[in-house]
């Protein structure tokens, strides 16, 4: 399971959605998607690295792998 920290990196920056909406040129639905720790996994990597550019991270800091309910990473 992946957690994303897209939101937190965004409140940090003080960030809307529709920022990120400007700065990348994609939609809000696949940014919302990436938001989401239940579907950021679903995202391409390419889409990651152009949020991450926007945000000013690498890529790799987006999100954290997590334990899953049963115990398997």
Known sequence: MFASNIRELMDNKKM???DL???TG???RT???AISDGSIHKCELGTLAKIGLA?????KRLYDEVDN???VS
Request: cysteine-free; overall charge positive; charged content about 30%.
């Open 16 to 18: 809307t959605v529709r």
């Open 21 to 23: 909406v400007k700065l």
């Open 26 to 28: 994609m939609s809000s």
């Open 31 to 33: 940014i919302q998607r």
């Open 55 to 59: 945000l000013g991270v690498k890529t």
């Open 69 to 71: 309910e049963k115990g």
